[in-house]
């Protein structure tokens, strides 16, 4: 079973401010993507991360795949309260199925 | 942008009694995928779904769950008698070339059994 541990689990910030939080696993996937859920919605792919080391931005956010391909981080610059919201980490190991981990729960306050 | 749309949003249903959960995946689409999240709880892999037959399915898929292409459009996730322990949340997901490329998730059925 391939788990993946996110933290912080629970992360409250003020407007403006930067943060970041970390997906980490003993298992090496061969890609990594990071999602977006809302209460009462499907999880939001915001993106794919395959090769160790890479990192890519979506404008504010930045995401960063391990050298080894077993953790991860996304960090938000300046974070807006519409930042708000639960990040998830998932991981596919080769075989059908993606492994997600608990989750980020972020909440920025104005 | 075409999305995975799941009916209905909530069932209830009583212990014992049988349930089918809808999803119409994204049409160019080739994989499919259930998926449950109990409250508070992590997303669970429970099976996924290529060329009109399991691929591959979670320790969670036992012999009460099937799944069902029944025409070109639908996917079903049939659970035959549920449990309280089955109250969750249901997501539907497709892909183009399996997990490795993006999931597209639906925004879930919420089964409560009761």
Same mark, same amino acid.
């Given at each position: 079973?391939?788990?993946?541990?996110?933290?912080?689990?629970?992360?409250?910030?003020?407007?403006?401010?930067? =943060? !970041?939080?970390?997906?980490?696993?003993?298992?090496?996937? $061969? /890609? @990594?993507?990071?999602?977006?859920?809302? %209460? *009462?919605?499907?999880?939001?792919?915001?993106?794919?991360?395959?090769?160790?080391?890479?990192?890519?931005?979506?404008?504010? =956010? !930045?995401?960063?795949?391990?050298?080894?391909?077993?953790? $991860? /981080? @996304?960090?938000?610059?300046?974070?807006? %309260? *519409?930042?708000?919201?639960?990040?998830?980490?998932?991981?596919?190991?080769?075989?059908?199925?993606?492994?997600?981990?608990?989750?980020?729960?972020?909440?920025?306050?104005? | 942008?075409?999305?995975?749309?799941?009916?209905?949003?909530?069932?209830?249903?009583?212990?014992?009694?049988?349930?089918?959960?809808?999803?119409?995946?994204?049409?160019?689409?080739?994989?499919?995928?259930?998926?449950?999240?109990?409250?508070?709880?992590?997303?669970?892999?429970?099976?996924?779904?290529?060329?009109?037959?399991?691929?591959?399915?979670?320790?969670?898929?036992?012999?009460?769950?099937?799944?069902?292409?029944?025409?070109?459009?639908?996917?079903?996730?049939?659970?035959?008698?549920?449990?309280?322990?089955?109250?969750?949340?249901?997501?539907?997901?497709?892909?183009?070339?399996?997990?490795?490329?993006?999931?597209?998730?639906?925004?879930?059925?919420?089964?409560?059994?009761?």
């Amino acid at each position: 079973t391939q788990l993946l541990e996110q933290s912080p689990q629970f992360l409250s910030i003020q407007e403006g401010e930067n =943060l !970041t939080v970390y997906c980490n696993s003993s298992s090496v996937f $061969s /890609s @990594l993507q990071w999602y977006r859920q809302e %209460p *009462g919605e499907g999880p939001v792919l915001l993106v794919t991360v395959v090769t160790g080391g890479e990192v890519k931005k979506l404008k504010r =956010l !930045t995401f960063q795949f391990g050298d080894a391909r077993k953790d $991860s /981080s @996304l960090h938000i610059t300046a974070a807006q %309260p *519409g930042d708000t919201g639960l990040y998830l980490c998932a991981g596919a190991g080769g075989n059908n199925r993606l492994a997600f981990g608990k989750g980020n729960q972020v909440v920025v306050i104005p | 942008e075409p999305e995975v749309t799941q009916t209905p949003s909530h069932q209830v249903t009583q212990m014992g009694q049988e349930v089918i959960l809808r999803c119409v995946p994204i049409s160019n689409h080739l994989y499919f995928y259930w998926y449950r999240q109990i409250l508070g709880q992590k997303v669970e892999f429970l099976v996924s779904f290529y060329n009109n037959e399991i691929s591959e399915k979670s320790e969670i898929f036992d012999d009460q769950f099937s799944v069902e292409r029944p025409d070109g459009s639908n996917f079903t996730l049939k659970i035959r008698s549920t449990k309280l322990e089955d109250s969750a949340m249901y997501f539907c997901a497709s892909s183009m070339t399996g997990s490795n490329s993006p999931l597209h998730f639906g925004n879930g059925t919420r089964l409560t059994v009761t």
